[in-house]
C-alpha cells in the first residue's frame, strides 16, 4: 500500500503523471470494474436507497486514497460519526493512490460514483467543470458546513469557477527542509525565511565548500517552487484557462539554476534526478547528498523517520507571501447523491468536531480548523510533527492569497517540468530550449 504520506508534488508517488480518461481506458477500466470490484462502492455507488431522506437509515458510499494507517484512522473517525448518528452507516473503500482516479473515473462514467469522496488539486478542477461535484456554497453560507475557523485563503482554494468544489481535508504549505546537524557542526548559519533566491544560492554554495555536501537540492524541475518563484515574479502557475507564465519565464528559472550547478551549489544531474522522486526516503536531506530538500511542511515527520540527523524547516527563498494555504487533499460530495445532506455533514464533523479531528491528527495536512489544530499540536508526542505545524502556523501569517486551482491538465504539466528540467541539468537542451520544449508540451496538455 502506498504509505500515507504528502508528495513533494502536491501527490504520492506515482500521482505525478495521469491523463484524462480516454474511450479506450474507460472500457478497459469499465471491464476491471466488472471483473474485480463487486467490492464496496459496486454496491454503494449513490448510497444505500432506503431512507434518509425523511429521517430513516442511510448509508453513505465513501472513497480514499492511502495507506492502512491513513484507513484505520478514517475508518475510527467515520465509526465515531455512526456512534454519534445511529441511523447512518457507511459503505468504506479505500486504495493505494496508484489507480485510484483511474477507478474514480470509471465509477463516474459508469454513473456509480461514492457519495463522499477524496480529491486533491490535480483533478478538483476537471470533476466540477464535468459538474461532477456538488456546489457546497449554500452549505457553507446556511452555516450547515462551518469553514469560519479555517485560512480564508485554505477555503479559497477549494472555489472552481465560484462554486466551491471541495473542502480541504487538511493543510500543508512548501516547506524548504535543511540538516540542522550538519550545519550546526560545520559552524555554518541556518538558511533563513526570506532569504532571496540568490542568498540561498550562495548559502548553499558556501555550505558545499565547507562540507563538500552539495548545499541544495536543484529545484529547477519541482513545480512548487517554480510556483512560488512566477508568483513572487507577479505571475502564476495559470491564468484562468491558460498558462500564466511564457517560455521566457521558464528560461530564467531554468538559467538561475545553472548557474547555482555550475557554482557547485547543487548535486549533479544524476543525484539530482534521484532527489527528483516524490519518495520521501530518496529526499537528499535525507540521504546526505545535499543539505536541503524542497517538500511540503507536513512531511517532516516522514523525512525524520529516514535519517537520525535533526533537521530545520523554512519558507522558499524570497518573499513568502507568495505561498499560501494549500489543502493537501479535499473532501468532494458527488453532486447526484441521495444524501448530500448527510455528506456534507460528514465533512463538516471531519474538519471541526474535536474528537474526530484528535483521531485524524495530521495525516491528511495540519487540520484546517485552526483552533483544533492548535490542540492537536499541545497533545502531538512526535517532536517532527510538533515542529511542522509550529512552522506552518508561524508561516500562516505571511500567507498571501491563494492561486487558482489548478486547471485541467495539471498533472501532464508536471511531469513536462521534470522531463525539460533534466534535459537542461544533464546538458541535452540549453535552459532556453528546455523552457520552449515544457511550455510547448503544457500549452498541448491543458489544450
Not at 470533476?127 to 449554500?138: E, F, K, M, V
Not at 521566457?248 to 532527489?275: C, M, N, Q, S, Y
Not at 523554512?314 to 489543502?327: E, H, I, L, T
Not at 460528514?346 to 474538519?351: M, Y
Request: aromatic letters at 8%; a neutral charge; glycine letters at 10%.
Amino acid at each position: 500500500m502506498h504509505p500515507a504520506t504528502f508528495p513533494t508534488a502536491g501527490a504520492p508517488a506515482g500521482r505525478d503523471h495521469r491523463t484524462p480518461l480516454t474511450r479506450r481506458r474507460l472500457v478497459r477500466g469499465l471491464a476491471a470494474v466488472a471483473l474485480a470490484v463487486p467490492l464496496a462502492l459496486g454496491a454503494a455507488g449513490c448510497g444505500d436507497d432506503s431512507g434518509g431522506g425523511d429521517g430513516g437509515p442511510v448509508k453513505l458510499s465513501v472513497f480514499w486514497w492511502g495507506g492502512e494507517a491513513r484507513a484505520k484512522l478514517t475508518e475510527d473517525a467515520l465509526a465515531l460519526y455512526t456512534k454519534r448518528h445511529p441511523d447512518v452507516t457507511f459503505e468504506k473503500t479505500w486504495q493505494a493512490n496508484q489507480g485510484y482516479f483511474d477507478k474514480l473515473a470509471t465509477l463516474t462514467a459508469g454513473g456509480n460514483p461514492p457519495d463522499l469522496f477524496q480529491i486533491d488539486d490535480n483533478y478538483l478542477a476537471e470533476y466540477a467543470g464535468r459538474s461532477t461535484t456538488l456546489d457546497l456554497g449554500s452549505y457553507r453560507d446556511s452555516g450547515k458546513l462551518d469553514v469560519s475557523k479555517f485560512p480564508k485563503s485554505l477555503l479559497e482554494y477549494g472555489v472552481v469557477d465560484g462554486k466551491l468544489a471541495g473542502v480541504a481535508a487538511g493543510e500543508n504549505t512548501q516547506g524548504l527542509v535543511y540538516n540542522k546537524t550538519l550545519l550546526t557542526k560545520n559552524g555554518l548559519p541556518e538558511p533563513t525565511t526570506g532569504m532571496s533566491w540568490e542568498e540561498h544560492i550562495a548559502w548553499a554554495e558556501q555550505v558545499a565548500k565547507k562540507t563538500k555536501v552539495p548545499g541544495t537540492q536543484d529545484p529547477s524541475a519541482d513545480y512548487k517552487a517554480l510556483w512560488v518563484w512566477l508568483r513572487q515574479q507577479g505571475k502564476d502557475l495559470y491564468k484562468g484557462k491558460e498558462l500564466g507564465f511564457t517560455a521566457e519565464d521558464v528560461t530564467k528559472w531554468f538559467e538561475l539554476w545553472k548557474g547555482a550547478r555550475d557554482r557547485g551549489a547543487t548535486p549533479t544531474p544524476d543525484v539530482i534526478h534521484e532527489g527528483n522522486s516524490s519518495d520521501i526516503t530518496k529526499q537528499l536531506v535525507v540521504t546526505g547528498k545535499s543539505a536541503t530538500s524542497w517538500v511540503w511542511v507536513n512531511q517532516m515527520p516522514d523525512l525524520k523517520k529516514n535519517t537520525k540527523d535533526e533537521l530545520g524547516v523554512v519558507a522558499y527563498p524570497g518573499d513568502p507571501s507568495a505561498q499560501w494555504a494549500r489543502a493537501s487533499m479535499y473532501w468532494s460530495v458527488f453532486k447526484g447523491s441521495k444524501h448530500k445532506d448527510v455528506a456534507v455533514d460528514v465533512i463538516n464533523f471531519l474538519n471541526n468536531d474535536p474528537e474526530a479531528v484528535a483521531l485524524l491528527g495530521t495525516d491528511r495536512g495540519l487540520p484546517s480548523n485552526m483552533e483544533l489544530r492548535a490542540k492537536v499540536s499541545e497533545t502531538a508526542t512526535d517532536p517532527a510533527m510538533k515542529q511542522s505545524i509550529q512552522v506552518e502556523s508561524e508561516l500562516a501569517q505571511k500567507f498571501g492569497a491563494s492561486p487558482q486551482v489548478p486547471i485541467k491538465g495539471h498533472s501532464k504539466v508536471k511531469s513536462e517540468l521534470v522531463k525539460a528540467a533534466e534535459n537542461a541539468q544533464y546538458g541535452r537542451a540549453t535552459p532556453a530550449q528546455a523552457a520552449e520544449q515544457f511550455v510547448t508540451a503544457c500549452t498541448s496538455a491543458i489544450a
